[in-house]
């Protein structure tokens, strides 16, 4: 009767064999895939914060050179006069939540750069420092040389 029950026992066959490391290897390509294109996205949104960040300072050279007079008000607000603007307004660049805007004392927003945890402007002489901590967590840094007043 021994004999029997274990004549009954079997083990894995070559085909479940082959089976599995058929799926084995189908896992492992998909698992592959899913990585090269996390990898992918997260390159995209490198890109992405770089080029916003790049408009950003280049959009604040333009208002900066447009400009009267300018500074920084505190360490998270900065203000720019137009040079020719019939309406005579005064435009602060501040962080309310997590992204950058421009305000007019006559009302009216606009943001200015998305995806922001800090800001940071500090005045050295006619310079002023831009610091920036975007989503990604990288530091961005610039300098403007503000206009003299006249």
Same mark, same amino acid.
């Given at each position: ?15 479940? +064999?082959?089976?599995? !490391?058929?799926?084995? #290897?189908?896992? $492992? ?10 990898? &992918? ?22 208002? +900066?050179?447009?400009? !009267?007079?300018?500074? #920084?008000?505190? $360490? ?10 019939? &309406? ?63």
């Amino acid at each position: 009767m021994r004999l029997n029950r274990v004549s009954n026992e079997r083990g894995f066959t070559l085909l479940e +064999n082959l089976l599995q !490391l058929v799926v084995l #290897v189908l896992f $492992s390509s998909i698992s592959i895939l899913i990585i090269l294109w996390a990898r &992918e996205i997260q390159d995209i949104n490198q890109i992405k914060h770089d080029i916003n960040w790049e408009l950003f300072v280049y959009d604040m050279q333009q208002y +900066n050179q447009n400009s !009267l007079s300018g500074g #920084v008000v505190s $360490s998270g607000m900065m203000k720019f006069t137009p040079a020719a603007d019939e &309406e005579n307004r005064t435009f602060f660049y501040e962080k309310p939540n997590d992204h950058i805007r421009k305000r007019s004392n006559k009302g009216g927003n606009e943001t200015m750069l998305p995806f922001v945890k800090q800001l940071h402007y500090e005045q050295l002489g006619n310079e002023i420092v831009m610091k920036v901590v975007t989503e990604d967590g990288k530091l961005r840094e610039r300098i403007l040389v503000s206009p003299l007043p006249e």
